[in-house]
């Protein structure tokens, strides 16, 4: 447990911890968002979980224990070629609600912990895994997959990556399985049918419910027609007797009328009246029979209509009730549409949440460390959390990542790899007390934190922690290196054969190879980037290209012997960006093509592997190594940076590096130091003349394109012999930097230049400008040398306080060192000869860069102002004298004290070391460098004083 000083570990102090970074150094939306969630937590709405969060930092009493038979839950549990320790592993972390699972380089951590999570997912849990990186989630997950692909509903999203997948075996492995932007298609399609389906079926039901409705409407019908014959039938037959009477009535009246005859006499008018009664109720007897005549008819034709309906409707009930036979009856199909019509509506809304859907369907959920804390929801119900690369996670982002589990917590990882990478305890701007916080919260990794490891970095004996110490990625002489270096307490036993996986060549036929460039040395601007060990490097490959070992230049498909592409067989490592670029440049050039993976940081090698890996250590061209180098102890920056770096190789591995150089500037006592001591014990060591060829002027016009392309480096004495070789040889372009101009060496090559102009090539000088100079007279000679390259038609270019000393020619050769063509100061000591189009390119753009970054600095203007200028020692840099002691417009001078702040003479080249030795800071107003006065005494300042 940790030590019982330390506070308890709140959301909300971790969350102040994540502010004051963000607030000091980086306003990413991120870091906003994980230090809101962190100071919500205790809220309710809030997913994490304060129990299981305590957990990492060793706060609670969780419980450890074995799993009995973790056979029920780890398929073929009992034949898996796992080791004691890898069992004790898996064991533990099925039955515990904490595990720390150390795993160093090689011992199979990424198989544990995917066996951990298969058996948690049989256990009927849900399990979020989390990784510092796309690549580190990647690489687990595919082996989970391999793992649960057999599960049923795998192919539906049962494991997921949430993110983009960066690992391309993942992606063409798994990637339509777990992604889930491909899933969301899958299950959209499947949906689309279902609902295509369910819409049919619905549809169909619908239909029968309308025919039986139909039935029921043509039997109500011809119940009607068979009514309304038989009421037509009974009104046509009393139609019929109506008229029988009418007529028979009719008759008689005609009969007496026919009696009484004309009416005359006495009684005629009597007669007459009569006789007008009787024709009356004649002709009403015959409207009466004519009515009851046409009723009749009426009836009829109604009867016969009715007759001829029902003979239809009684087919069309027939065939209808034929279709309904089997069918169920209404009441059913109306609750069969009402189901399907639900079911359809669920399908719908599926639809329209498919990401909700996936979701859902989901098990066991891999993505980074940042995604997760920075999202709200990624599984519907978290069980474990398990976080892998534990190291490199920062403190805050653990804690809330272990809240997230509602039963159980495993930490894999390797404490003595890759740190997190963070800036607060680094930040100027800090008060003691931030910096303190946050080495103490954002710092540390979550086994420091827990009370696992000490401040040191020695392991602690804890129940909560299992350590892998066995490893089967390098060979035993790797290995060895990497213990000296990184596991002196814990070492590690080599599980593999010391057989070599590359075809067997004399370049590279050791296990560890030491190629030390000291005797080589050629000083550069600073301590990240080295063009001796470039050089080395690119002849390596070189080597291996020639052994059939990498693919050759821009190689056809089938053309490389035993790896394929580049990246399949090789790794080149360097501490510094600078280095990286300059090795990319150099190696994209060599191969014809630029691999992905190939050349880069340690920080992005985290994970990875390859049967040989050169480690580049960079430095040896400037003054000291660099931060890199600085750190020792186990649990230092430079211990975990070295140890990624070694333990990447599998069969070979090649450190390039100035020893003399390192041994001046390391503690003795350093992991630096003792990987240094053990390559010189235990390593082949070659020197860097042994793959890059030292020359002679004289040797050039004899030897073949092939030749001619490598580097190569040349005696002081054979340099400008060489040189003008070059000269004679350019088609298109000569550049000389060279910062001084002298009156012979100006007159010397002016002739050979001036010939070169005539014959087409363009010839371009940069050098400082006149009023750069430190005197009038001087200044006046430099513009005499400046008018007698432009007489021979060369063009003359400026560079404020220029250094550089530099000579590219058709932008393809590249001469290297203290060479200074156009003044007295000749080469000095080795220079080296690149034939690098991407070199040349480069050291134009970074002198051109370093153009644009300088401030504009006129001397002859202060001069005017101050009556002097700075001394200059001929080779660019500025002596301090008193001279060059000049006073502000307030008349402050460097070495008062003013309001605190001691005032310092920093010449511009070295305003960068001030700041990172003393904390210096810049007075705009005055134009001085200053440091605190209360922090820095004039002792520690004494460089910089006058």
């Not at 895994?129 to 997950?141: M, S, W």
């Not at 399985?177 to 279902?194: G, K, M, P, S």
């Amino acid at each position: 447990m940790p030590d019982g000083n330390v506070r308890l570990v709140t959301g909300e102090n971790l969350g102040q911890t994540v502010r004051n970074a963000q607030i000091r150094k980086d306003d990413s939306a991120g870091l906003v968002v994980l230090a809101e969630r962190l100071e919500s937590v205790g809220e309710g709405d809030s997913p994490v979980h304060a129990e299981s969060a305590g957990w990492i930092v060793g706060q609670g009493n969780p419980l450890t224990a074995r799993d009995a038979d973790p056979g029920r839950w780890v398929a073929g549990w009992p034949s898996l070629k796992l080791n004691s320790r890898q069992r004790a592993a898996v064991e533990q972390a099925l039955a515990s609600q904490i595990l720390f699972l150390w795993g160093p380089p090689g011992t199979g951590k990424t198989d544990v912990v995917g066996h951990i999570v298969e058996g948690n997912f049989r256990q009927g849990l849900n399990v979020l895994f989390l990784a510092p990186t796309k690549v580190a989630v990647d690489q687990a997950l595919e082996r989970i997959c391999d793992l649960l692909a057999t599960q049923d509903g795998f192919a539906e999203g049962l494991v997921q990556r949430a993110g983009d997948i960066e690992a391309l075996s993942l992606s063409e492995r798994y990637g339509a399985y777990v992604d889930t932007t491909q899933i969301a298609a899958r299950v959209a399609a499947q949906l689309d049918e279902a609902l295509m389906r369910t819409t049919e079926a619905l549809g169909q039901a619908r239909a029968l419910i309308s025919l039986r409705d139909d039935v029921r409407v043509l039997e109500e019908r011809l119940a009607e027609a068979r009514t309304a014959r038989t009421q037509a039938a009974a009104s046509s037959g009393a139609a019929e007797k109506e008229a029988l009477r009418a007529e028979a009535e009719a008759a008689q009246l005609r009969l007496k009328i026919s009696q009484l005859g004309q009416p005359g006499g006495l009684f005629a008018k009597r007669k007459e009246a009569q006789l007008a009664a009787l024709r009356h109720g004649l002709a009403e007897a015959d409207a009466a029979a004519r009515d009851a005549a046409w009723r009749g008819g009426d009836a009829k034709r109604q009867a016969d209509r009715a007759a001829g309906e029902i003979g239809e409707l009684s087919g069309r009930v027939a065939a209808a009730c034929a279709g309904l036979t089997g069918v169920p009856s209404r009441a059913v199909l109306v609750d069969q549409a009402d189901a399907l019509q639900k079911q359809r509506d669920d399908l719908d809304r599926q639809r329209k949440r498919i990401q909700d859907t996936v979701r859902s369907k989901c098990r066991v959920m891999g993505a980074t460390v940042a995604k997760a804390v920075q999202s709200r929801k990624l599984l519907d119900r978290v069980d474990v959390v398990v976080i892998d690369e534990a190291g490199m996670v920062d403190l805050p982002s653990a804690w809330l990542a272990a809240g997230l589990a509602g039963k159980r917590v495993v930490v894999a990882g390797d404490f003595r790899q890759l740190p997190a990478v963070t800036k607060g305890d680094g930040d100027r701007k800090a008060t003691d007390e931030e910096r303190a916080h946050s080495r103490e919260w954002a710092a540390r990794d979550s086994f420091h934190a827990a009370g696992l490891v000490t401040a040191p970095g020695a392991v602690r004996q804890d129940p909560r922690l299992v350590s892998l110490d066995t490893q089967y990625r390098m060979r035993e002489p790797i290995c060895g290196l990497v213990n000296a270096v990184a596991y002196p307490d814990a070492p590690l036993a080599t599980g593999r054969d010391d057989r070599s996986r590359i075809p067997f060549n004399p370049l590279v036929d050791a296990p560890v190879i030491l190629v030390d460039t000291s005797k080589q040395r050629i000083s550069g601007p600073d301590n990240k980037a080295n063009t001796v060990n470039e050089a080395v490097v690119h002849e390596l490959v070189r080597g291996l290209q020639y052994e059939g070992v990498l693919p050759g230049r821009k190689w056809a498909n089938g053309e490389a012997a035993a790896g394929g592409r580049a990246t399949d067989q090789l790794a080149v490592i360097a501490p510094y960006r600078a280095q990286v670029k300059a090795l990319q440049g150099s190696l994209k050039y060599r191969f014809g093509e630029e691999y992905e993976g190939l050349v880069d940081t340690i920080h992005r090698f985290q994970g990875s592997q390859r049967p040989i890996v050169v480690f580049d250590t960079a430095v040896g061209a400037g003054k000291d190594p660099g931060f890199f180098y600085k750190g020792s102890g186990l649990s230092s920056h430079t211990c975990r940076l070295l140890n990624v770096a070694l333990s990447r190789a599998q069969d070979h591995l090649i450190v390039v590096a100035d020893l003399e150089h390192l041994r001046g500037h390391l503690a003795p006592h350093s992991e630096a130091r003792v990987m240094l001591d053990h390559l010189e014990s235990h390593a082949q060591v070659m020197s860097a003349d042994q793959l890059v060829p030292t020359r002679e002027a004289a040797q050039l016009s004899a030897l073949s394109e092939e030749e001619l392309s490598r580097p190569a480096f040349f005696p002081a004495d054979e340099v400008y012999k060489a040189v003008e070789w070059d000269i004679e040889r350019a088609t298109t372009s000569i550049e000389v930097y060279c910062p001084f101009l002298d009156p012979n060496p100006v007159r010397k090559w002016s002739a050979l230049l001036g010939q070169r102009v005539h014959e087409g090539v363009r010839v371009v000088v940069y050098t400082r400008a006149a009023d750069e100079q430190r005197d009038g007279a001087a200044s006046e000679r430099h513009q005499q040398r400046i008018d007698q390259l432009r007489s021979v038609g060369c063009e003359v270019d400026f560079r404020e306080r220029m250094h550089e000393k530099v000579l590219i020619l058709d932008s393809a050769v590249l001469w290297h060192g203290s060479l200074n063509l156009l003044a007295n100061s000749g080469p000095t000591d080795l220079m080296m000869r690149f034939t690098d189009p991407s070199s040349c390119e480069r050291v134009s753009r970074v002198i051109e860069r370093a153009r644009k970054e300088r401030s504009v600095w006129k001397p002859r203007a202060a001069a005017a102002d101050h009556g002097s200028v700075p001394a200059d020692d001929g080779n660019g840099h500025v002596r301090r004298t008193a001279e060059s002691r000049m006073p502000t417009g307030d008349g402050i001078e460097p070495g008062a004290v003013v309001n605190g702040r001691l005032y310092l003479s920093v010449p511009f080249a070295e305003k960068d070391e001030a700041k990172k030795l003393l904390g210096a800071k810049w007075d705009k107003p005055r134009r001085l460098w200053y440091v605190d006065a209360a922090r820095v005494t004039r002792e520690q300042a004494r460089r910089w004083l006058p």
